[in-house]
Each structure stands twice: as C-alpha cells, then as structure tokens.
C-alpha cells in the first residue's frame, strides 16, 4: 500500500511530505523518517494517509515531549 506521511521538521517547523510503499503504517513512517534524516530533516510525523483513509499518527516518543517541556 502507498502512503503519504505528513510532518514538519523539528527545528525549522518546515513542512515535509513523502509517498512510501509499505506494508503498514508503521513501517510507512519509519522509512519516511529514515529518508527526513538522510536528508537532513528532523521529522515530526502528523499523519499518515492512505487511499480512502487517514491514519493518525503513532504517539510521539518520549524524546518529542521531553523536548517540548
């Protein structure tokens, strides 16, 4: 399945997108993340979509809230 993961960079609030095939969500947004950072971008994912629905996202892991606090 194609997704498209939606987010923003961490420290220039930036927007970034990326289309990925996978096999779930969560691997949908690993392999997005992982091409974000190769390119320099640290990725805040807000949502993942597929056709015909919208996945919310994972909860952010804990280095994302530490860092908001």
């Known amino acids: 399945?194609?997704?498209l993961i939606v987010g923003v960079?961490?420290?220039s609030l930036t927007s970034w997108h990326e289309s990925v095939g996978a096999r779930d969500v969560a691997t949908?947004?690993?392999?997005?993340?992982?091409?974000?950072?190769?390119r320099g971008i640290d990725p805040v994912v807000v949502a993942a979509v597929a056709p015909g629905?919208?996945?919310v996202a994972e909860p952010a892991p804990p280095?994302?809230?530490?860092r908001a606090a």
């Open 1 to 3: 399945m194609i997704f």
């Open 9 to 11: 960079d961490r420290d």
């Open 28 to 38: 949908a947004r690993r392999i997005a993340c992982s091409h974000a950072r190769a």
């Open 53 to 55: 629905q919208v996945v």
């Open 63 to 66: 280095s994302v809230s530490a």
